[in-house]
């Protein structure tokens, strides 16, 4: 049995293997240039030279704090059926937390299939999208500022927008790869349009990638696929010319930042429909650099200790000391003034959870205050709409 990382001989039998492990059909398996980038990323448990199980940790950058820092996005966890059960997932995360800590990668994700399979391995809730639906009658053509022009998935305009509305915590930094494989999408074949929303200066200042389609019910739905806007005033605006673009449909669907308030941007907000559901998990890779990245507010400092001993966040005690702008994470012993595990670790310091919350709720131990705590940690404008 060996664990190492995938080479471009390997990546047939690896495409076997997924076929098998996700029930996904295909007929070719020959490695393609486009796989290079995935081949690289991909470790694998090899039995007699054989992939048996198989794990990617792909290298992206994320907005944490104002600043984008490295992560590493977990997808394509797959064992075969006659060879689950024996340990290889852990021995995949082993190896590849070493790298990540190698790389400098300060936090990594993943989509699970599982929430409590991937809370074995250090994982916690971080992201849950905010959906929303509402009929398209309930948005006033009349109230239309500004023009939608249709334009490519990936022009330079979208992009630019996207980087400046990307800045909440877990949002993606988007790299050319991304944008080449978005543009990729046919809009007449998969009826998928790209508008930017220009005001009355001509200015952009926001864009929708929309689906039209039908739903369950067989009537047209609009589905909102990616969005950005400058200022939560323009989201209105873009949402008013739906109507006039679609209007044989008869509702649309948007998912919007977790402080971007929908209730008071619609005339009528019990039409609403809100649905929030689970979706994104995260890791601290090694506890000092995480503190180290975390902005804090004010001056002050506290020592926490992370009581975690997975293998991506060992256990320690950490003074950090801030001010000016600037965080000082030091290694020392001594009495906490917070005491943590990893995945409430992840919670707070991307700011899912709050530290009164966590406090009330037994997830931390603390000698300070409900409110002193969610002022060290307070909960944070977070949005995710990438997958990998």
């Known amino acids: 049995m060996e664990v190492r990382k995938a080479v471009r001989d390997d990546w047939s039998s690896i495409l076997k293997l997924y076929s098998v492990v996700y029930t996904s059909p295909r007929s070719e398996f020959e490695p393609k240039d486009d796989d290079a980038v995935d081949i690289a990323h991909t470790w694998g448990v090899f039995d007699g030279g054989k992939p048996v199980s198989v794990l990617m940790s792909h290298e992206f950058e994320m907005m944490h704090d104002g600043a984008a820092v490295p992560i590493a996005g977990i997808g394509g966890v797959g064992t075969l059926p006659e060879h689950r059960r024996r340990g290889h997932v852990r021995r995949l995360f082993q190896a590849a937390f070493a790298e990540m800590r190698e790389r400098g990668q300060v936090f990594t994700t993943l989509f699970p299939f599982s929430y409590p399979y991937y809370r074995m391995f250090g994982y916690e809730l971080v992201y849950s999208r905010d959906h929303y639906t509402l009929p398209l009658a309930a948005l006033d053509p009349a ?16 992009r630019e927008l996207y980087d400046r509305f990307a800045r909440r915590n877990l949002s993606m930094r988007r790299s050319d790869r991304w944008w080449r494989q978005h543009a990729r999408v046919s809009p007449y074949r998969d009826q998928v349009f790209t508008y930017v929303y220009r005001d009355e200066d001509e200015r952009p200042r926001g864009y929708l990638t929309l689906h039209v389609g039908t739903d369950e019910s067989g009537e047209n739905h609009v589905t909102v696929r990616d969005l950005a806007f400058q200022t939560d005033a323009v989201l209105p605006a873009l949402l008013a010319h739906l109507g ?15 402080d971007v308030p929908i209730d008071l941007l619609v005339p009528d907000p019990e039409v609403i429909n809100h649905r929030r559901s689970p979706a994104m998990m995260g890791r601290v890779v090694d506890a000092r650099p995480a503190l180290a990245a975390t902005r804090w507010e004010g001056s002050g400092e506290l020592v926490v200790r992370v009581n975690d001993g997975t293998p991506a966040a060992k256990p320690g005690t950490y003074r950090v000391e801030w001010g000016d702008g600037s965080a000082h994470v030091t290694e020392r012993g001594g009495t906490p003034d917070l005491s943590v ?12 959870v709050d530290g009164g919350t966590a406090l009330r709720l037994g997830l931390v131990e603390s000698r300070r205050d409900p409110g002193d705590l969610a002022s060290v940690f307070p909960a944070k404008p977070l949005y995710q709409n990438d997958a990998f």
């Open 341 to 352: 595990d990893a995945r409430t670790l992840v919670q707070l310091l991307c700011g899912y």
């Open 244 to 258: 006039v673009l679609y209007p044989h449909a008869k509702r649309v669907s948007l998912r919007v930042p977790t």
């Open 143 to 158: 109230g239309r500022t500004g023009r939608l022009e249709s334009v490519e998935p990936a022009a330079p305009e979208v």
